[in-house]
């Protein structure tokens, strides 16, 4: 049983780091000196300078939202702050289905927010020095690299498997389900084939889809996720269900092999589920990598105003690297406020599905 | 509140996703739904053959007794639902109030269903063309002329998904397990409880619990139920019915462009068969794929529109426990306003005209709190190239179209179910070999007239099994 003596005082600590974390990184991005020419120039229109009227995370409020719409078009090194440039930088992309995609650029962040996942990695079910799979999107996704990183970082080799997902949904979109059922089965095969080929794979980076596909193959052929040497896998990228964990726990993977949920984007970094505790009925919470990214669940309506906890609510991120500011974004989401726990002393959202609104009109979980 | 389990092979299981069905005129919930996802159908599919399995060790006599029994229960018997129960006259309730279709229509449909199932003997008897049945079981086997004949199933399971609104279109699963093929069935959102009254039904009479599956669910679930059951039956628009197009492991069901064409030799006596031509498109609130949408002649045709006009232009919705109440209401928020909007579209273009306005006292859509009617429409068509002679809408509307005799078959299009009035007989051959029509009656038969004894929109056994050659002994010398 987890022990919440101390909760209280851990979320006052927390809360005061937030603050701090937030007071030192407006002042980075809008010190002429160090900031990004984006926010330099975005200062121009506020009401209020932030280098003075900014002094706690609640602060934030006094931006306005920031509209992902911004990240679409160059020049992207409008967003690297002066005291960064120079440095070797990639590009991230996100979306991108129909239209120009959202970009950010990015230096040593991706390799940051992987490192601090790796601490919430049990050893036992992601040995160091194991082999990882990296099952899913690479291409102009921070997903490749980071994947890698975290293996490297906990002392192993990743192998890759790309999926390109713009081209699973324009096959979609024309109906062509035969073809993508074939190219499925091409990603499939590819996962066998390294699986199969005395890697020593023992971690491993899927999307449910895909995780589901390997499995059943695996059966098909007779083995298991769990016979094929995984022991562990952090699992993402897609819309991960309350009943799919349920299921993949239950009846795809079995007791042996270990499953975190995770939720992240190229914003955010990556967010921690809540460790698996048979009380909750398999919900999922997520809590972000505070303080250098922060998750509130908004009112639908005003979303300056966070709602109750266990209401529903708009995912809103807020993101303060010294790479990446970004004070509130409304994110695609929706879900429920969560209290804090012992090992995440801040504000959870379990639940994240499609934001209601703009779900039909959204192609999800193509991988 | 019921609360339905999915059915894996069976087993209930008890999902963390839920639906609500709600009643269509309050929004009272009726029952939660447990939903599956794609993952369970796709576990389970991989123990499908089990089902097949263990219908093959039943007799088809068996079966086909069984059915009898389970007729008579789903018609009489208080059957367990979930955490709960329900009589016959708590489904016909059930079944209106989430569907909107009137309750003395959902009364009829149950008789459909029970009538096939009580018959089902000479309907197999029928669309196997007298085949003994135990080659169905074994493989091969001779007839009584002596013929070696082999079946060969194209799959353990018939996948099925299923409509929310139609009731009646289950009757065309009914002989799947009397020939020894499993189910696995997704319901429509809105109708789950033919699916569940059926399968309790048939498990009741003796059917193992391990040969029928119910996933209800979302979209995923029914694409995945189509991609991996062998064969499948679903039941969609046009755009389903376009998308499995050529698909051979899919047999879809939308809409049927039904016709009466009237010929030439009787076309001046037309007014003989107006009461065929009213129940043709009226009954069971015109929401039948085998209702008509169209009546062909090549004269008379505006008299014949404002006669039947005059007979359906002025009904309109009553309360769905009316016995005679004659619409089916649309549940789904902008369905009825969305056909609305294409008819009056359709009604601008160059000899098309409505002729019920003139007998219906207001519009057309009844827009309610939380569901909408269509009253009755009859468009006259001076031409065949107008939008409007050749579509199909969910409730009583049809088009009567002029057209010369001998363009008739150029002209009509694909139609599930024709029928031709007239004695014509060198025109009766022509019907007879048009390709375009799948169910003909030549003569003054209803379109809605169903003979179980023939096959509906394909033959359902030759669907699931496939005629090949088998030999056990060479053959004679030739």
């Not at chain 2, 995923?220 to 139920?225: E, F, L, N, P, Q």
């Not at chain 2, 505006?302 to 002025?314: F, T």
Request: net charge negative; aromatic share 8%.
């Amino acid at each position: 049983m987890t022990d919440n003596s101390n909760l209280d005082e851990l979320v006052k600590q927390n809360q005061e780091a937030l603050d701090a974390h937030t007071r030192e990184h407006v002042q980075w991005h809008f010190n002429p000196e160090t900031g990004s020419p984006y926010w330099l120039e975005k200062a121009k229109s506020f009401d209020f300078d932030p280098l003075t009227d900014v002094n706690c995370f609640e602060d934030l409020n006094k931006f306005p939202l920031f509209e992902d719409d911004e990240l679409r078009g160059g020049p992207v090194d409008r967003w690297i702050p002066k005291a960064l440039r120079g440095k070797p930088t990639y590009v991230f992309e996100t979306g991108g289905t129909t239209g120009i995609p959202k970009s950010r650029v990015v230096i040593d962040d991706f390799r940051i927010d992987y490192e601090n996942f790796s601490d919430t990695l049990p050893d036992e079910s992601f040995p160091k020095g194991a082999n990882w799979l990296m099952l899913g999107p690479s291409g102009p996704r921070r997903l490749r690299l980071a994947v890698e990183h975290l293996a490297q970082y906990r002392g192993g080799i990743s192998f890759c498997v790309d999926l390109d997902p713009r081209w699973v949904v324009k096959l979609i979109k024309k109906g062509k389900i035969d073809e993508v059922k074939e190219y499925s089965a091409h990603v499939i095969d590819q996962a066998m084939a390294i699986l199969g080929a005395g890697h020593e794979i023992k971690c491993m980076f899927t999307t449910p889809k895909l995780l589901e596909a390997l499995a059943m193959r695996l059966m098909d052929e007779g083995s298991s996720i769990e016979e094929a040497g995984i022991k562990g896998i952090f699992c993402g990228g897609t819309e991960f269900t309350q009943q799919w964990y349920r299921f993949a726990r239950e009846e795809l993977l079995g007791e042996n092999v270990y499953i975190t949920p995770t939720y992240g984007n190229t914003l955010m970094g990556l967010a921690c589920g809540r460790p698996f505790d048979p009380a909750d009925n398999y919900k999922i919470t997520y809590y972000a990598p505070q303080p250098r990214a922060v998750i509130r669940v908004v009112d639908f309506d005003d979303h300056t105003k966070v709602v109750g906890y266990g209401e529903t609510g708009r995912v809103k991120l807020f993101t303060m690297t010294k790479e990446l500011f970004i004070p509130g974004f409304l994110e695609r989401d929706e879900g429920e406020r969560e209290v804090p726990h012992i090992k995440y002393p801040w504000d959870g959202v379990s639940g994240v599905r499609p934001f209601h609104e703009i779900a039909a009109s959204t192609t999800v979980g193509v991988y | 509140m019921l609360e339905i389990p999915v059915l894996r092979w069976g087993k209930p299981y008890e999902s963390f996703d839920q639906q609500e069905v709600v009643h269509f005129e309050t929004g009272e919930p009726l029952a939660k739904v447990h939903q599956a996802n794609a993952g369970l159908v796709k576990m389970d599919m991989r123990k499908a053959q089990r089902a097949r399995d263990l219908l093959r060790e039943i007799p088809i006599s068996k079966l086909l007794e069984i059915c009898k029994k389970a007729a008579d229960l789903y018609m009489t018997a208080e059957l367990p639902l979930g955490n709960g129960t329900q009589t016959p006259e708590e489904f016909c309730r059930i079944q209106s109030a989430s569907t909107g279709m009137p309750e003395w229509m959902c009364a009829g449909n149950m008789k459909k269903v029970a009538f096939v199932l009580e018959n089902m003997e000479s309907i197999l008897d029928a669309l196997t063309r007298g085949l003994p049945l135990d080659i169905l079981t074994k493989g091969y086997g001779k007839e009584e002329r002596g013929v070696m004949m082999s079946y060969q199933a194209h799959s353990p399971v018939l996948g099925l998904v299923l409509p929310s609104n139609s009731p009646g279109v289950h009757t065309l699963w009914m002989p799947i397990l009397p020939m020894q093929i499993g189910l696995v069935l997704k319901p429509g959102s809105s109708e789950p409880w033919t699916p569940y009254r059926m399968t309790e039904a048939f498990c009741q009479a003796g059917i193992p619990r391990e040969c029928i599956s119910v996933y209800p669910g979302p979209h995923d679930v029914g694409s995945t139920v189509t991609e991996l059951c062998g064969r499948v039956m679903l039941f969609g628009g046009q755009q389903t019915i376009d998308k499995y197009k050529g698909n051979p492991n899919v047999q879809a069901h939308g809409p049927g462009f039904s016709k009466i064409l009237i010929g030439d030799d009787v076309v001046d006596q037309w007014e003989d068969h107006l009461d065929l031509l009213v129940d043709s498109i009226y009954q069971n609130g015109g929401r039948s794929c085998i209702n008509a949408s169209g009546v062909w002649a090549s004269r008379h045709t505006e008299a014949i529109a404002d006669a039947i006009a005059k007979r359906i232009g002025p009904v309109g919705p009553t309360s769905m426990t009316d016995p005679e109440a004659p619409l089916a209401a649309f549940t789904m928020t902008g369905a009825a306003k969305a056909m609305n909007g294409q008819i009056e579209e359709g009604l601008k273009e160059s000899g098309v005209t409505e002729v019920t306005a003139k007998y219906r006292d207001g519009e057309r859509l009844i827009e309610l709190e939380r569901c909408d009617y269509l009253r009755p429409t009859i468009v006259h068509c001076a031409n065949t190239d107008a939008t409007l002679a050749n579509t199909e809408y969910m409730f009583p509307m049809a088009s009567v179209v002029q057209c010369e005799q001998k363009d008739m078959l150029k002209k009509i299009g694909p139609t599930l179910v024709c029928t031709a009035i007239t004695k014509d007989e060198a025109w009766s051959q022509q019907l007879l070999d048009a390709t375009q029509i799948d169910r003909l009656n030549i003569g003054p038969i209803k379109t809605n007239a169903l003979n179980w004894l023939q096959p509906h929109e394909g033959n359902i056994v030759e669907f699931l099994f496939r005629a090949r050659a088998f030999q056990n002994e060479s053959p004679a010398a030739h």
